[in-house]
């Protein structure tokens, strides 16, 4: 089955510490993105890759890191979360950058920071 | 600065009757438009899209249409069913940078 699954699905942390959540496409996509999804913001673009080893910064970088070492994976790095990262985080991935492209998003990782 | 608004957050439908969502945009420059259709605990799903050459498309229940001197959008679902009840984003992106701009999504509820 075509996918794009992200792990932790929840996760509770504390502030400082270091976090990843993992995300991995199985449809050989070579576009891949990091959104955040915030009440009253709408759903906002934090990086994104557009092949191995190319990744570069969305509207909302500020606290986050990205690599793409392989085609189907692309972690997000949290290296010192704050509170105000708490909130919904969806990757998505599709054939290639052009909008025509549909983007297939992962079921979202829940994050709270204390 | 909000590029792409959605101005309704929440919307209710009597099911069997036409549901209408809108999205304004800014940004002239923006020549692609979708929607996207999100249920709780799931991530969003792509759902019907439109280029700005075209005023009108359609795709069974779903129907997209743009104005573009109005810089508005609109999905319009018919019959409404309890299963569309859902969070509908919209998003528009320009061909210079193919980077997709999301609304702040509204939420549909379709009551029997």
């Known amino acids: 089955e075509a996918q794009v699954t992200q792990n932790p699905r929840y996760l509770i942390t504390v502030t400082g510490k270091k976090l990843t959540v993992t995300c991995s496409q199985n449809m050989n996509h070579e576009y891949m993105s990091w959104y955040r999804q915030d009440p009253g913001l709408g759903l906002r673009q934090i990086y994104y890759?557009?092949?191995?080893?190319?990744?570069d910064k969305g509207d909302v970088p500020e606290g986050y890191k990205v690599s793409r070492k392989e085609k189907r994976n692309f972690p997000l790095i949290l290296e010192s979360p704050s509170p105000n990262q708490t909130s919904l985080y969806f990757c998505a991935s599709s054939l290639s950058m052009a909008s025509s492209d549909t983007q297939y998003f992962g079921p979202g990782t829940r994050l709270t920071v204390l | 600065d909000q590029q792409v608004k959605q101005n309704s957050p929440s919307l209710s439908v009597q099911e069997g009757r036409i549901s209408i969502l809108n999205c304004d945009y800014t940004n002239s420059m923006f020549d692609y438009f979708l929607w996207y259709k999100k249920y709780p605990a799931e991530g969003p799903t792509f759902l019907i899209s439109?280029?700005?050459?075209?005023d009108k498309n359609e795709d069974g229940r779903f129907t997209v249409f743009l104005n573009k001197s109005a810089k508005h959008l609109s999905l319009h679902i018919v019959p409404s069913q309890p299963g569309d009840s859902a969070v509908y984003f919209c998003?528009?992106?320009?061909?210079?940078?193919?980077?997709?701009?999301f609304g702040t999504g509204t939420r549909l509820q379709v009551f029997p």
């Open positions: 998003a528009a992106s320009s061909s210079n940078t193919d980077k997709l701009i």
């Open positions: 890759s557009m092949n191995v080893e190319v990744t």
């Open positions: 439109i280029s700005s050459i075209k």
